[in-house]
């Protein structure tokens, strides 16, 4: 019954941190395609998907490839 409720809660977790990163990932596209800075991004990305979380903007300021450590 603990293994159970030990596997539904990690989960659960893993839901909860995918939904952060993709939501950290659209805010950043967001704030990029308004035309705001490549740091600012960033901090939008971290602000949102946690504070491992990287934002890279490539190219001429048109992809922000997203990734956390």
């Known amino acids: 019954m603990v293994a159970l409720l030990a596997m539904l809660l990690a989960g ?3 839901g909860v941190t995918q939904l ?3 939501e950290g990932a659209r ?3 967001r704030a990029l395609a308004r035309g ?3 740091a600012t991004v960033e901090q939008t ?3 949102l998907a ?7 903007v490539g190219g001429r ?4 490839q997203h990734h956390r450590d």
């Open 36 to 38: 705001e800075d490549p």
């Open 20 to 22: 952060r990163i993709e």
């Open 61 to 64: 300021g048109r992809m922000v």
């Open 12 to 14: 659960a977790a893993a």
């Open 45 to 47: 990305v971290r602000t």
């Open 50 to 56: 946690g504070g491992t979380a990287a934002a890279t």
């Open 27 to 29: 805010s950043g596209a």
